[in-house]
Each structure stands twice: as C-alpha cells, then as structure tokens.
C-alpha cells in the first residue's frame, strides 16, 4: 500500500543497467532480497492467523474434544458393567478389558481421573500410577543418552514446554561452557589472525549498516523540521529506522531510503563491489534469523496444541485442518453415543465381541460395525 497516498515504493532489487546483465554478487543480493521478503511473509502469515486459530480451538474444537473423552468414560462404565455380567465367557472378559484398558488410556492421557484408573489397574492387572511413572522414566532415559546430558530429578516429564525449556538452559550452559573455555584458552597465531579477520569483518559490516542509518537520521530529524503535520511523520519514520538499526535489519533501512526517495534502483545497481558483499553477508544473517523466529513460532505450535512434531505446518492449512479435526471429533461422538447403547444390549455387544481381535495392540477409533 502506497505512504501517505503516493505511488508505490520500488523493492530494493538491483535491476540491470540496460544492456549489462547482473553479476554474480548482485543476484545474490537479489536472491536474498527475495528470499527474505519470501520469510517475512511468511512471518505475517503466522501472525494473522494464529489469533483466529487459537480462538476458534478454543470455542470450537475444545468443547468437542471434552464431550469426545466424556463419552469414553461413559463407554467405560457401560462395557466394565457388561464385563461382570453373568454368562459373559472368559474370552469376552478378555476382549472388554483389551478395549477398556485402551479407552481408559485415551482419556487418562488427558485428565487425571482418580475412579478411571480403579477400572485400568483392575482390567490391566497393573497400576496406572505406576506405569505411567515407569514410561516417564524411560523417556526421559532415552532422552538423556541422546543428548548427554543430565535432566534432573525435578523435571515434569509430562509437559513438553517443561521438557523444552530444560533442555534448551542445557543447551545454551553447554554453549557458554564452551565460548568461556575458548576465551581462556591460548590460542594459536593462526587463531588469532582468524579472530582478528572476523572482528575486522564484523566491524565493516556494522560500519555499512551506520551508514545507512546516519543518512536516514539526518534527513528525518524531527527537531529540524518546523511543520507540526511533517514532524510528526518523521517522528514515525525515525522510529521506524531507529527499531531496524537496532536489529541491524539492512534491508528495512534500505527499504526506509528508498521509500523516502533517497535512493533508487540506480543507486543500489551502482554499489561497490566490496559493500555489496557486506550487505550479502548482512542479509544472510537476517535471513537466519528469520528462518530462527519461523521455526521458534512453528515449534511452539506444535507444542501448544499436540501437532506432529515431523508435519510440515503451513498458516494456510491450519483452519482447515481444525475444521477436519471437528468433524472428526463430530463422527466420533455419533459413533460413542451409539457404542454406549450397544455396551448396554447384551445380545448386541456379544455380536459384535465376535468381530473383535486381541492381535491388535490398540484401539484408538473404537470403531463398530454396526
């Protein structure tokens, strides 16, 4: 959209000289430029919807999910009942605790439910408690020894933040061990002359985003500027440039220049070969840091809601995959409502205990054929 009703801003792309292609550099530069306008999109994406996301889980999806692990209990009342009948055979004892073991699991995953773990421990011939403790344990063994590290005896085991959160503080006291121990560490000649290069490069690049930034400064000055209307303008704009100075984001300062007409595509077709080579390497570590924030924002949903760590999440596919998991939890509770009333027929639960085998290990949909 067009500042302040004028025409549209140029992007900073370089654009060919007329008949002179680009060289090597400058499509790198414009490679990045789009690759980080690709992210920053990306970003707003996520942004816009994920508001509307957590909304409509939550006065949408939730409430379903809720009624879905009710009507589990529920079913487990019904087929425990079933299960202490009289002329019940032995191997459909065997077959209602397989299901109600497995249904007591699924609701016991999200609810601490002191009467549903009486009904797991007394069909499953184990303790819940005890179990659950056991897999926490083994989970967080195996964790552990992928990582080397030490968890702690204190760590939540059942909640992934919890997890995260310890593992990363792991993770960056490792990384400070480490900076710390090569800082106190003699190094070689050859080090240091490498250190030595890296600070010199780091210092150029930094001298390259000032002076964009002093250009921007000094033009948007708002105690220069008499007119109360045009001060308060670039009092925005001055905030605008001072917040990317501040993350070091280039292409924002860039940007700010040449929506202010300070600069142009001739401008940036013209620069020199040695400062462009420090904006690409500038524009490489904006464009890290975005890839950093998407997967910080992506991982976090996955956590927040159960996501599958390994599925490829997209802001566009996530209303329509909330809206396939309400109609899923909608076909489940039409599929309960009716295993509860079949748990309550003797004739009907015998037939149908026929067409059940105790070679599958779980039974997660619970899904009769009726």
Not at 101 to 111: F, G, I, K, N, Q
Not at 266 to 288: C, D, F, S, T
Request: charge should be negative; aromatic fraction near 6%; hydrophobic fraction near 35%.
């Amino acid at each position: 959209m067009p500042l302040f009703g004028q025409k549209p801003v140029p992007t900073a792309h370089i654009v060919p000289s007329g008949t002179v292609p680009l060289n090597k550099d400058q499509k790198t530069f414009n490679s990045l430029i789009k690759k980080i306008e690709a992210r920053r999109s990306r970003l707003g994406e996520w942004e816009a919807i994920l508001p509307v996301f957590r909304q409509t889980y939550a006065s949408d999806l939730l409430p379903l999910q809720e009624q879905c692990l009710d009507l589990k209990w529920q079913l487990v009342q019904g087929l425990d009942a079933a299960h202490d009948v009289k002329g019940v055979t032995k191997g459909e004892k065997r077959k209602l605790a397989v299901l109600i073991v497995d249904l007591a699991e699924d609701v016991l995953a999200h609810r601490d439910h002191g009467e549903l773990k009486d009904l797991f421990n007394k069909h499953s011939q184990s303790d819940y408690d005890e179990d659950e403790a056991a897999r926490m344990d083994g989970m967080k063994a195996m964790l552990e020894s992928a990582l080397g590290i030490d968890l702690g005896d204190d760590l939540d085991m059942s909640s992934p933040e919890d997890v995260l959160k310890r593992v990363e503080s792991h993770v960056w006291a490792q990384q400070e061990a480490y900076a710390e121990n090569e800082v106190s560490r003699k190094k070689s000649r050859r080090e240091e002359a490498c250190v030595a290069r890296q600070e010199a490069e780091e210092k150029q690049l930094s001298q390259s985003i000032q002076e964009v930034f002093r250009k921007l400064a000094s033009a948007l000055h708002p105690d220069r500027e008499p007119d109360p209307v045009e001060r308060t303008r670039k009092t925005a704009l001055m905030q605008r440039a001072n917040q990317a100075y501040e993350k070091g984001n280039l292409l924002q300062l860039l940007e700010l220049q040449l929506e202010l007409e300070h600069i142009d595509q001739a401008y940036l077709a013209a620069i020199r070969p040695g400062r462009l080579k420090h904006y690409i390497k500038i524009l490489r570590g904006q464009l890290g840091d975005l890839d950093m924030e998407i997967q910080r924002v992506e991982e976090q949903l996955m956590i927040e809601f159960g996501l599958p760590p390994f599925e490829t999440l997209h802001p566009k596919g996530l209303l329509p995959t909330l809206q396939q998991d309400m109609a899923t939890c909608r076909g489940q509770i039409a599929e309960l409502h009716e295993q509860i009333e079949t748990a309550a027929d003797p004739k009907r639960l015998k037939a149908w205990l026929k067409t059940v085998s105790l070679r599958r290990q779980t039974y997660p949909d619970f899904d009769m054929p009726f």
